[in-house]
């Protein structure tokens, strides 16, 4: 099993529709987790942390669901410029010291007129 | 401006040759990292360092070799026991250890065997 997983999509979404998606993650040890956005041939940028509570960045909605060990993004109004994909990335503890970020696959998300 | 230079941004090698892409950042970041991705897939982790003259090994070092000699850089050498090291190549740095903050990531290489 993965440590991380996403489903790669992409998911259609019209103009102005909300989409969600979901990412599970293995390690019930993991301390913290992210949404990274990345475009076509492009570096990952970090789109937002997700913590215990929720939070909301503006469309952007995010939570985590530490009992089934999934993690979920939520984007309201989308934009066309919102089509890329989002990778979804989970802090690991390392056998030694330490911790290291893994990455799902990303769910690719086009958004059309 | 601060952030994480990457060198070159298109790379190609030949069957056979060691290759080294570069890695600089000036954010005063004790932790650096080297990811490899391909088409359509995640990043993998190949080597990370925490701290200067110290890295270990990720999930996918074999035919890769690092170095951290300085805070500043964290050169990647694909040497030419990688047999498939067509790819795009993404290092990052971060201001903890890797514990619990996001990472910030060059504009990457693309590495590719002519």
């Known amino acids: 099993r993965k440590e991380v997983e996403q489903d790669p999509g992409p998911f259609n979404v019209p103009e102005g529709a909300t989409v969600a998606f979901n990412c599970t993650y293995s390690?019930?040890?993991?301390?913290?987790f992210f949404w990274y956005r990345q475009d076509c041939r492009k570096e990952p940028k970090l789109l937002m942390s997700v913590y215990s509570s929720g939070n909301e960045d503006g469309r952007f909605t995010a939570q985590l669901n530490r009992a089934s060990q999934y993690i979920s993004l939520l984007i309201r109004d989308s934009k066309l410029s919102d089509s890329a994909t989002y990778l979804c990335v989970v802090n690991i503890p390392l056998k030694a010291a330490g911790n290291k970020l893994t990455f799902g696959g990303g769910t690719r998300v086009l958004v059309k007129p | 401006d601060g952030g994480i230079t990457q060198s070159p941004k298109y790379l190609f090698r030949k069957e056979g040759q060691n290759v080294t892409l570069s890695c600089e950042q000036n954010?005063?970041?004790?932790?650096m990292y080297w990811y490899r991705q391909d088409p359509g897939q995640g990043l993998r982790l190949i080597y990370y360092s925490q701290i200067v003259n110290d890295f270990q090994k990720g999930d996918i070092a074999e035919g890769y070799s690092v170095s951290r000699e300085k805070k500043e850089s964290f050169p990647l050498t694909v040497t030419s026991a990688q047999k498939n090291p067509t790819a795009f190549y993404l290092c990052a740095s971060s201001i903890e250890r890797g514990i619990g903050y996001g990472y910030t990531f060059g504009s990457g290489t693309r590495l590719t065997v002519v």
């Open positions: 390690n019930s040890a993991s301390q913290s």
């Open positions: 954010l005063n970041h004790d932790a």
